[in-house]
């Protein structure tokens, strides 16, 4: 199998990204993890909170990641993931809330000066970046804007993709679980699928594999990414667990739910049990899964050329 390289990674093998005590020791264990499930390189995912404690995280990354050739080999980069999202109920998701906001170019610059150059993609809502001033900036610097957790409109959606936006996270998911049935934010970036960038889960849960299957016909193979958005737990199996503010069980589906079940906060899954769905429960054939997996995302982050 070609080795892979995720988009989406919070955290893997016990080992969560999210958290001001981070070691150098843990994140080499995460990587050597990482790279035992056929991960040949990651962007590691940093999600929202206050901006100076997701700064101080940023920097911290970076910091141990040049202390460790094997995490300068596989994370090549950072993805940031808020923010400036979506505060309307169900696309939040495990973001919090109280420390969501709209897009500013005061902030986001701190941002990405914490993470050191690292910074490949930022996750935003197009609707919450007024005038998309940050989707332009971030755009000019030749970082990749990807829309989610949010709701913009076909016309705010049309817009941010003529500021600069080129790419949509985790589509399916970071809204909520009942949509109008035809107007609804999963039709409206299908619709722009020749101009973005489409990442999906691809755990079952997430996104059911029937979903899934007409999901990726509809938007051209070519176009689509799939992603882990590991959790900490991702590389355990199922189980309970503590991480951070959530106590999770993680079942054999290998989906985290929320206590209450309200809502998934990230997955357990790994890119190697992605590949394998994709051939058993999609029907792809292994070029194809390699393409989602592989080759697209190198693309898209501009690792290879087209």
Not at 149 to 167: Q, T, V, Y
Not at 290 to 299: E, F, H
Request: glycine fraction near 8%; charged fraction near 20%; hydrophobic fraction near 45%.
């Amino acid at each position: 199998m070609t080795s892979m390289l995720d988009l989406q990674v919070n955290g893997f093998g016990g080992i969560d990204f999210n958290q001001d005590s981070l070691t150098a020791e843990e994140l080499h264990e995460a990587c050597i993890r990482l790279a035992s499930h056929g991960v040949e390189a990651i962007l590691a995912t940093i999600i929202t909170e206050k901006i100076e404690v997701m700064a101080r995280r940023l920097a911290n990354l970076a910091r141990l990641r040049l202390l460790d050739p094997l995490a300068q080999k596989l994370i090549v980069g950072f993805h940031i993931e808020g923010p400036f999202l979506s505060a309307e109920l169900g696309y939040h998701g495990a973001h919090p809330v109280e420390m969501i906001h709209p897009a500013n170019a005061e902030e986001m610059p701190r941002l990405l000066d914490a993470a050191q150059g690292l910074t490949r993609i930022v996750t935003l809502a197009p609707e919450a970046d007024p005038g998309y001033k940050v989707t332009r900036m971030l755009a000019d610097q030749g970082i990749m804007v990807s829309a989610g957790h949010c709701n913009p409109s076909l016309d705010e959606l049309r817009a941010a993709i003529d500021a600069g936006l080129r790419m949509f996270t985790h589509l399916g998911n970071g809204c909520p679980m009942q949509l109008p049935r035809h107007d609804n934010i999963i039709q409206r970036a299908l619709s722009q699928a020749d101009k973005l960038w489409l990442c999906f889960i691809a755990d079952g849960v997430h996104v059911p594999f029937t979903a899934l299957k007409n999901y990726l016909r509809c938007a051209d193979i070519n176009r689509c990414i799939v992603v882990s958005d590991a959790m900490a737990a991702a590389g355990l199996g199922p189980g309970r667990y503590k991480l951070g503010r959530w106590e999770i069980t993680i079942g054999p589906d290998l989906a985290a739910w929320a206590p209450d079940r309200s809502h998934l906060v990230g997955s357990a899954i790994t890119m190697r049990q992605s590949f394998a769905n994709l051939v058993q429960h999609i029907g792809l054939t292994e070029a194809d899964a390699i393409r989602l997996t592989s080759t697209n995302p190198k693309l898209a982050i501009g690792l290879v050329s087209s």
